[in-house]
């Protein structure tokens, strides 16, 4: 087998390979001979077909598709023997495949990049820090009880914090509009879950009582023909709920699976799962700034066929999101739309893979099976679920590569510039965080921005201007 590789643009190799045309030539004939003792054709006995005839009839067919297999057997033997590594499958395409002549074909595919490592010194991390207080343990209790508030009929008017049922019918310049009517409808006075003039005519009245009134919808609503329309509704009251918010008993603990240890032990358990929440979105918004970092401090080519692959899981991913009907055909989605995240993703990933292979990482043991453990923690029989994970290599390798992933961002965090921010306990849970580094990314990038266009105005400016007679 003779190769020789031809360097395209960017990652892309040709491989040019040619293979004894007798190597071919008897594969081919071989073939053939298998065919010939099960062809039956009119005028032969069983296994007597002449040779010559058998190529007659499929000689064509059976080269194309000993051709096909030797260009994948012999593209694996190619890069192993050149010691590459393609990113993707390649384009095989034939150049010469006639009897009597070398056969011939190219394998055009691209390889992974060469990374160079930056120093990890260059990152810099913002590592959030806050404390669970007892205000904050009062306020998710307190919330926890909102959650399982519920609401009995009572006979007075409404007022702030109960729940309405109403009948409604609102007109915008005398005709009904699209979704200005409805019966039967719930909601919770006060909880903007109406717009505000609407909440406000309703306070007041009792079931069975109606009333009209104007009401103006919001600039910012979401439909644009209501935005800053004054309609007038109709409304009929059918009930009046009153909030009952559960006490702090025996039976509200057990909701929470706490059935020992009364009020004590149900405080125990919101803050140890409140600590587990906090450790989870610390160390999450941790991981994504240093994945970040290492995107932003390394500039590699990435080839194009790991980001289209990386597309489609991206687009599956968000196609299962999506409640069809079973017949229903898929959106298509354009490709523009995941290209630059999956671009990130291919790039962060190759930069990870390389740091674990520099660093020869391996997947620590029992962080592996912790996190199996929680994995398995939530579900009646454990056991059963970490034998299953343990009976599934390639949900293990999963596991495995989040592991390592972790002590990668462990890794980068022991070598990184650290900051420690300040938060409080809801500011970590919302991502405030993030957010402001958002933010801060958007403003820096408006202007380098504005920066850029100075300099182009500058240097337009300072060009000299052609008079007329130097036209001429």
């Known amino acids: 087998m003779q190769v020789s590789i031809e360097t395209m643009t960017g990652l892309e190799r040709r491989l040019t390979i040619a293979l004894p045309s007798e190597h071919f030539e008897d594969q081919i004939t071989?073939?053939?001979?298998?065919?010939?003792?099960?062809?039956?054709?009119?005028?032969?006995?069983?296994?007597?077909?002449?040779?010559?005839?058998?190529?007659?009839?499929y000689g064509n067919a059976v080269r194309a598709e000993v051709a096909g297999e030797l260009m994948q057997s012999s593209f694996v033997e190619a890069i192993q023997q050149e010691d590459l590594s393609p990113a993707g499958s390649p384009n095989l395409e034939v150049v010469k495949m006639d009897p009597g002549i070398d056969f011939e074909f190219t394998a055009t595919f691209e390889v992974f990049p060469a990374i160079t490592l930056t120093a990890l010194s260059e990152v810099s991390v913002r590592q959030p820090s806050a404390e669970i207080t007892d205000e904050d343990l009062e306020t998710m209790i307190d919330r926890l009880q909102e959650q399982r508030t519920t609401f009995e009929t009572v006979e007075r008017a409404c007022e702030e914090g109960d729940q309405v049922n109403v009948d409604f019918s609102g007109k915008l310049d005398g005709e009904l509009f699209d979704g200005g009517t409805g019966e039967g409808v719930d909601f919770v006075v006060g909880a903007g879950q109406m717009i505000e003039d609407f909440d406000q005519g309703v306070r007041g009245l009792s079931a069975g009582e109606e009333t009209s009134f104007e009401a103006t919808f919001p600039e910012d609503y979401q439909a644009d023909n209501l935005k800053g329309q004054t309609v007038t509704f109709e409304v009929t009251v059918n009930e009046v709920k009153e909030a009952a918010r559960p006490e702090l008993d025996d039976e509200f603990f057990e909701a929470f699976g706490v059935s020992e240890g009364g009020e004590e032990a149900f405080r125990t358990e919101v803050r140890?799962?409140?600590?587990?929440?906090?450790?989870?979105?610390?160390?999450?918004?941790?991981?994504?700034?240093?994945?970040?970092?290492?995107?932003?401090?390394?500039?590699?080519?990435?080839?194009?066929?790991m980001?289209?692959?990386?597309?489609?899981?991206?687009?599956?991913?968000?196609?299962?999101?999506?409640?069809m009907p079973a017949q229903a055909k898929a959106p298509d989605l354009p490709d523009e739309l995941f290209h630059d995240q999956a671009e990130k993703r291919v790039k962060i990933g190759l930069v990870v893979n390389e740091?674990?292979?520099?660093?020869?990482?391996?997947?620590?043991?029992?962080?592996?099976?912790?996190r199996l453990n929680e994995m398995a923690a939530p579900y009646g029989e454990p056991e059963q679920v970490i034998n299953w994970y343990r009976s599934n290599p390639e949900q293990m390798q999963s596991i495995e590569m989040g592991v390592l992933e972790d002590q990668v961002v462990d890794l980068i965090m022991s070598k990184a510039a650290v900051e420690d921010v300040s938060?409080?306990?809801?500011?970590?849970?919302?991502?405030?965080?993030?957010?402001?580094?958002?933010?801060e990314m958007a403003e820096s990038e408006s202007s380098d921005a504005d920066e850029d266009a100075e300099t182009t105005q500058a240097q337009a400016e300072d060009e000299p201007q052609q008079t007329e007679e130097d036209k001429s």
């Open 307 to 323: 980001v289209q692959r990386e597309i489609q899981v991206l687009k599956d991913q968000m196609l299962s999101q999506f409640q």
């Open 355 to 370: 740091i674990i292979t520099s660093e020869s990482l391996e997947a620590d043991a029992e962080r592996v099976e912790e």
């Open 30 to 57: 071989s073939r053939l001979e298998d065919a010939r003792s099960q062809v039956r054709i009119p005028g032969f006995r069983p296994g007597k077909v002449p040779l010559k005839e058998v190529r007659r009839r």
């Open 272 to 305: 140890s799962n409140m600590e587990r929440e906090l450790g989870s979105a610390k160390k999450n918004q941790i991981k994504q700034q240093v994945m970040d970092e290492l995107s932003r401090i390394h500039e590699f080519q990435i080839p194009g066929a």
């Open 423 to 439: 938060l409080s306990y809801e500011e970590v849970l919302n991502g405030k965080l993030m957010a402001d580094l958002q933010a």
